[in-house]
């Protein structure tokens, strides 16, 4: 509803089509049964959310940190 990115891959493509098959995984892990979404405090004593695949591997991080965990839970 900010108009503010609510994710990031974690790194950089150097190709188009790279970026693109990303997106593809992204999209078949978030709707895997094994996949789950957990809400963390970083660092900063933010609450952030993040996506882990069936294999475990982060496939998305919340691209900034919320102050309530409700917050982190609503996005």
Known sequence: ANNLVMATAGESYKRLEDAK???DLLQKAATDDK???EVYEDEK???RWRLKAGNNQIVAVASEGYKEKAGAEKA
């Open 21 to 23: 098959n990303s997106i």
């Open 35 to 37: 996949a789950k979404f």
């Open 45 to 47: 004593k933010e609450h």
